[in-house]
């Protein structure tokens, strides 16, 4: 199968195998196969008779790399299916790492994938071995200088300050003189250079804790697969029945993989992996280094680690004897792939569960109606430590003066500094101000190439107009472009106009900002919340990365600006993110028993219905509510979506094809409803027109949506537009 994402190459093709290469091309190898003109990445996915008639062209040759096991082919194969993506570009998921990069051949003609071998390697890392045997001589010198620099080099430092070879390195370690490893992604904020830390001390569990660990592991013995859903509120100590069920899969010599929205966002989780079970934890998302990715790939593929922990991406890891999934703060939507294969990890996931006859556990303080009307629920009411879920109250922003920041939620704020303690305030809005317009005509600062309105940045320098969308930025005008009026205002404040107006309630707290921007320069996620956690009063301002299961202490203040903002969105979940962004934030708050704490919600339309559920912490109400609501309507979970999405630079070929393509759907099953097409905003100089499908089972959308990409001569066929499908979409 050669992997390009065209769709009209969405088959597997027939090559010959030559008798010099007969015993390695096995199902799942990597080959190099003729294209046209040109070499490309193949996957074996058969030896069957060939279905095409005469002469074959044969396979230029098998890459050097391990084959990709039939779990995963299967796997890939079954994400194709769901998504209604190419398979050529599913099956990249499950490749090997490296395998992204150009197929390259060597010198002595063998392929290889990426970058060359050596350079494809880990960093090894070179530690000294406590009390071991004095060498002498110049090997004596290697471990001298090793231990003079503190027990810790890499290889390529100490082979240089030494002036020694690898081959002495290596005679070392199998001597026993030093150890030699790869080096460990540090994508957490941990010194992964020391060994891991002792074991924690496993903390009494209360009574729903222990009930809950004991269903799991009852799960995890089943023969079957067995889908459960954690619903625990804030603080409800989710995590340490997490590690309790990932050391019942070990002691039964199954393998664990554990999924989180962000892996950035959630240090503390990793942290708590490795020191509850030792180096056995590998990490894999799609942000570590090529070298990285390979030393973890060589540690799951060996049984070096039996638990992966990682986000979207982790979902993959070729991890065997795999019995146990757990798919942490499941409402997410970042688990959603926004590009070809735009496939659900948590979907994923239980498919992936399923053909291995594992546990999968989804867990969540506030789940997705999805999950809380399919799975079996095991509930914990309450905070591990006794603590109480904190008040909450919701300020009427039409009664407040102008500003970003209401008197209740400054008078907070200006009491925790006073007690030394830590506020968190989300506006879920990035930038300085939403908008940039001129109030003599009207005129409005929008991207030339995405049709919306570009984002005022104030961060350390110039000021400039940036859009969110493509990336364009544009230095703000003095004047108006349109009327060359001087009266050219800002509307709508972002978290950079939050921050200038904290610092005029509270000037002597620390303001740590977490949003995208500040993220990417001032040293990360990570270091930013290290900042945060050090001793003092301080607020940790920012969008929702604000909100994604922080474990913070001394948090006893949480603010939450524009709470209402998703519900002016035309999208049957802005009610299900509202609540769930209220509920998240102020369970960041009061964690620990006897910390006074209070949360202050700013709303427009405070008496909304996921404003006042999300306020009274009432997650099963605000539930069983929505889905009765979307049931009415046919919308998940009581149906299933499609959205189809034309782009290209021709407006008119877009509007045709995207018309020609309705009005093909239209004509199909009687039990499926065709919306649109509708108008959507440019992106990136590109048209788009956009057609939603909904029935009540997911098949008669796939069908028919590949019965018309499918169709010799159809719409789909036409040169100059590209054609997005996204089954299940999270935003609509």
């Known amino acids: 199968m050669p992997l390009v994402a065209a769709r009209a190459l969405d088959r597997a093709l027939d090559y010959a195998v030559p008798a010099d290469l007969s015993g390695n091309v096995v199902t799942g190898a990597l080959v190099a196969v003729r294209l046209g003109p040109r070499a490309v990445l193949g996957v074996v996915v058969g030896r069957d008779a060939p279905t095409h008639e005469g002469a074959l062209a044969p396979i230029?040759?098998?890459?050097?790399?391990?084959?990709?096991?039939?779990?995963?082919?299967?796997?890939?194969?079954?994400?194709?299916?769901?998504?209604l993506a190419p398979l050529g570009a599913c099956l990249r998921l499950v490749l090997p790492p490296g395998a992204e990069g150009a197929l390259r051949r060597g010198q002595d003609g063998a392929w290889h994938l990426g970058a060359p071998t050596g350079q494809a390697r880990a960093r090894l890392v070179a530690r000294a071995v406590e009390g071991a045997t004095d060498a002498g001589g110049r090997r004596g010198a290697v471990v001298g200088e090793l231990r003079a620099a503190g027990g810790v080099l890499p290889a390529t430092d100490l082979v240089r300050i030494a002036g020694t070879t690898m081959p002495t390195l290596r005679r070392l370690a199998d001597d026993g003189q030093?150890?030699?490893?790869?080096?460990?992604?540090?994508?957490?904020?941990?010194?992964?250079?020391?060994?891991?830390?002792?074991?924690?001390?496993?903390?009494?569990?209360?009574?729903?804790?222990?009930?809950?660990?004991?269903?799991?592991?009852?799960?995890?013995?089943?023969?079957g697969a067995d889908a459960l859903l954690l619903h625990g509120v804030t603080g409800s100590g989710k995590t340490e029945v997490y590690l309790r069920s990932i050391a019942a899969a070990r002691a039964r010599g199954l393998t664990s993989l554990v999924l989180v929205p962000e892996i950035s966002l959630t240090p503390q989780l990793l942290g708590r992996l490795r020191a509850r079970l030792g180096e056995r934890v590998a990490v894999w998302h799609s942000a570590l280094a090529a070298s990285e990715r390979a030393a973890e790939y060589r540690r799951i593929t060996s049984g070096e680690a039996d638990v992966v922990l990682g986000a979207r991406s982790a979902v993959f890891a070729p991890l065997a004897r795999l019995g146990l999934v757990i798919v942490d703060e499941e409402h997410d939507a970042s688990y959603k792939q926004d590009a070809t294969p735009r496939y659900d990890a948590r979907q994923v996931a239980y498919r992936r569960a399923l053909d291995a006859g594992a546990a999968i556990v989804y867990g969540s303080a506030t789940p997705r109606p999805e999950a809380w009307h399919a799975l079996e629920r095991i509930t914990l009411t309450r905070r591990a430590d006794g603590a109480a879920l904190p008040p909450v109250e919701v300020v009427d922003m039409r009664t407040q003066p102008p500003g970003p920041v209401s008197r209740p939620l400054a008078r907070a704020l200006q009491q925790a500094g006073e007690r030394g303690e830590k506020a968190i305030i989300l506006l879920n809005r990035r930038g300085f101000s939403r908008t940039t317009l001129c109030r003599s005509c009207g005129w409005i600062a929008r991207c030339p190439d995405c049709d919306v309105p570009m984002v005022l940045h104030r961060d350390g320098g110039p000021e400039r107009l940036a859009c969110h969308h493509c990336g364009l930025e544009r230095t703000p005008p003095r004047a108006c472009p349109s009327c060359r009026s001087v009266d050219v205002g800002r509307q709508g404040s972002g978290t950079q106009a939050l921050e200038q107006a904290l610092l005029r309630i509270v000037p002597d707290t620390r303001l740590i900002r977490l949003d995208a921007d500040s993220a990417a320069r001032r040293g990360g996620i990570v270091g930013l919340l290290r900042e945060f956690s050090r001793p003092g009063p301080a607020i940790l301002l920012g969008t929702q990365m604000v909100a994604k299961g922080h474990d913070l202490p001394d948090v006893t203040v949480a603010g939450i600006l524009d709470a209402d903002a998703a519900l002016q969105h035309a999208d049957f979940r802005s009610e299900e993110r509202t609540f769930s962004l209220i509920v998240q934030l102020a369970g960041r708050a009061g964690r620990r028993l006897g910390e006074p704490a209070c949360v202050v919600v700013q709303a427009w339309e405070p008496t909304a219905r996921a404003v006042r559920l999300g306020a009274a912490h009432a997650v099963e109400e605000f539930l069983e509510g929505e889905i009765v609501r979307r049931s009415a309507r046919g919308m998940p979970p009581h149906g299933h979506l499609v959205r189809i999405v034309v782009g290209g630079e021709s407006a008119e070929r877009v509007a045709e094809v995207a018309v020609q393509i309705a009005d093909a759907l239209a004509g199909g099953d009687?039990?499926?409803?065709?919306?649109?097409?509708?108008?959507?905003?440019?992106?990136?100089?590109?048209?788009?027109?956009?057609?939603?499908?909904?029935?009540?089972?997911?098949?008669?959308?796939?069908?028919?949506?590949?019965?018309?990409?499918?169709?010799?001569?159809?719409?789909?066929?036409?040169?100059?537009v590209r054609?997005?499908?996204?089954?299940?979409?999270?935003?609509?």
């Not at 391990?66 to 890939?76: E, H, Q």
């Not at 079954?78 to 998504?83: A, F, H, L």
């Not at 054609?723 to 609509?732: A, L, N």
């Open 60 to 83: 230029a040759g098998v890459v050097d790399a391990p084959p990709v096991a039939d779990p995963l082919l299967a796997l890939a194969r079954w994400v194709s299916v769901r998504t």
């Open 723 to 732: 054609i997005g499908v996204d089954v299940d979409p999270q935003d609509t």
């Open 670 to 720: 009687p039990a499926m409803v065709v919306r649109g097409p509708s108008r959507l905003h440019r992106l990136r100089g590109r048209t788009r027109r956009a057609i939603l499908l909904q029935a009540p089972r997911l098949s008669t959308l796939t069908a028919a949506v590949r019965a018309v990409l499918n169709a010799p001569g159809g719409p789909a066929s036409r040169s100059g």
């Open 178 to 223: 030093l150890t030699l490893a790869p080096e460990r992604p540090d994508v957490s904020g941990l010194d992964w250079f020391g060994p891991a830390p002792p074991p924690d001390e496993p903390p009494a569990l209360t009574g729903e804790q222990a009930a809950a660990a004991l269903r799991i592991e009852q799960a995890i013995m089943s023969e």
